[in-house]
């Protein structure tokens, strides 16, 4: 999920990341250039250590398997994609193979990755590679970064995939307006976060009051992300607006909408001058046997002042976050 706190200090539930979240490299990196840099702070206040990340979730990546020592691989579309990067870090991290789409193959059910000894079989893939492009005998046809066959392979049961193709319907911004309804229908209880209110323009009412206050919200294609495809009402121009609202009206169930959320704000080093920008968090969950959260996450910042957009395909940045081991009350100053 990722989560933001609002002005007057509730946290909300922006978004559900369930396909192939990422980010998590960013996260462990901060963390290590703070503790060379400020290594007396740690030590002081005790903040919780991340470290271990890499370990839980290969133990999660085995866990899904029924081998007594899986073979694990992490699926990349290749060095083009902008998170390349992670997937390298979290693959040698964990001890895994490396691999692109062609370095695997399919036989008589079974998913294997060509080495120079011959074929090896693969029990897990930790794909980061989007469910359109898995598999061309499934998805797109002409997709080049997954491998033909593996569908089959995780249908007979031969392969574990993480995360399940599938889960990405859990990151679609229309369902998201459902999941308190989800949450109350299927577990019979309330949301601990609330959800930002969601206007779902193929309501007729919805739109209508979308496209006459479309300068005060923030518009989104329901298809997009990465700060994409995204119309911030309070500094667009009245163009931008315009276009919006066509198309809205050509193809209302392409689009939601959100109230602007007033995002709390934190200290920034922006040259010499600590100043105050807006921020995000999105926490880590593992889940094997039992669920296992990060004791920390992804804080990132929107580096333009006065902007909302934290994104870091938009410019934005990100922040260490610590989580304290023991209440802030007992921690002695120095």
Same mark, same amino acid.
């Given at each position: 999920?990722?989560?933001?706190?609002?002005?007057?200090?509730?946290?909300?539930?922006?978004?559900?990341?369930?396909?192939?979240?990422?980010?998590?490299?960013?996260?462990?990196?901060?963390?290590?250039?703070?503790?060379?840099?400020?290594?007396?702070?740690?030590?002081?206040?005790?903040?919780?250590?991340?470290?271990?990340?890499?370990?839980?979730?290969?133990?999660?990546?085995?866990?899904?398997?029924?081998?007594?020592?899986?073979?694990?691989?992490?699926?990349?579309?290749?060095?083009?994609?902008?998170?390349?990067?992670?997937?390298?870090?979290?693959?040698?991290?964990?001890?895994?193979?490396?691999?692109?789409?062609?370095?695997?193959?399919?036989?008589?059910?079974?998913?294997?990755?060509?080495?120079?000894?011959?074929?090896?079989?693969?029990?897990?893939?930790?794909?980061?590679?989007?469910?359109?492009?898995?598999?061309?005998?499934?998805?797109?046809?002409?997709?080049?970064?997954?491998?033909?066959?593996?569908?089959?392979?995780?249908?007979?049961?031969?392969?574990?995939?993480?995360?399940?193709?599938?889960?990405?319907?859990?990151?679609?911004?229309?369902?998201?307006?459902?999941?308190?309804?989800?949450?109350?229908?299927?577990?019979?209880?309330?949301?601990?976060?609330?959800?930002?209110?969601?206007?779902?323009?193929?309501?007729?009412?919805?739109? $209508?009051?979308? +496209?006459? @206050? !479309?300068? &005060?919200?923030?518009?989104?294609?329901?298809? /997009?992300?990465?700060?994409?495809?995204?119309?911030?009402?309070?500094?667009?121009?009245?163009?931008?607006? $315009?276009?919006? +609202?066509? @198309? !809205?009206? &050509?193809?209302?169930?392409?689009?939601?909408? /959100?109230?602007?959320?007033?995002?709390?704000?934190?200290?920034?080093?922006?040259?010499?001058?600590?100043?105050?920008?807006?921020?995000?968090?999105?926490?880590?969950?593992?889940?094997?046997?039992?669920?296992?959260?990060?004791?920390?996450?992804?804080?990132?910042?929107?580096?333009?002042?006065?902007?909302?957009?934290?994104?870091?395909?938009?410019?934005?940045?990100?922040?260490?976050?610590?989580?304290?081991?023991?209440?802030?009350?007992?921690?002695?100053?120095?």
């Amino acid at each position: 999920k990722k989560k933001i706190k609002h002005a007057d200090g509730q946290f909300y539930v922006l978004e559900d990341n369930c396909r192939v979240p990422s980010g998590v490299s960013y996260v462990l990196g901060n963390r290590e250039i703070m503790k060379r840099a400020f290594p007396a702070i740690f030590e002081q206040v005790h903040v919780r250590p991340i470290y271990d990340y890499p370990l839980k979730l290969r133990e999660m990546l085995e866990y899904l398997s029924n081998a007594q020592s899986p073979r694990i691989v992490v699926l990349t579309p290749g060095i083009y994609n902008s998170a390349y990067f992670e997937h390298a870090f979290l693959a040698q991290q964990m001890g895994a193979e490396l691999v692109e789409g062609k370095d695997l193959l399919v036989e008589n059910g079974f998913c294997y990755m060509r080495t120079t000894k011959g074929l090896e079989q693969v029990d897990v893939i930790y794909r980061r590679v989007d469910d359109e492009f898995l598999d061309p005998k499934v998805f797109r046809k002409d997709s080049v970064l997954g491998v033909e066959g593996v569908f089959d392979a995780y249908r007979r049961g031969n392969i574990a995939i993480a995360n399940a193709p599938g889960t990405g319907v859990a990151d679609d911004k229309v369902v998201y307006a459902f999941m308190p309804e989800i949450i109350k229908y299927y577990l019979d209880e309330e949301p601990v976060l609330p959800n930002v209110p969601t206007y779902l323009c193929w309501r007729p009412k919805d739109c $209508k009051y979308v +496209i006459e @206050n !479309i300068g &005060k919200m923030v518009v989104k294609m329901a298809n /997009q992300s990465g700060g994409y495809g995204m119309l911030m009402g309070p500094s667009s121009t009245e163009e931008e607006r $315009k276009m919006f +609202i066509t @198309n !809205i009206q &050509k193809n209302p169930r392409d689009y939601i909408a /959100q109230p602007v959320m007033s995002l709390s704000r934190v200290p920034t080093l922006i040259g010499n001058d600590l100043e105050g920008r807006h921020v995000d968090l999105r926490p880590f969950v593992l889940f094997a046997n039992s669920p296992s959260v990060m004791p920390g996450g992804l804080s990132r910042v929107a580096l333009k002042k006065g902007s909302l957009i934290v994104n870091s395909s938009q410019g934005g940045g990100s922040k260490d976050t610590w989580v304290l081991s023991q209440p802030e009350s007992e921690i002695t100053h120095a």
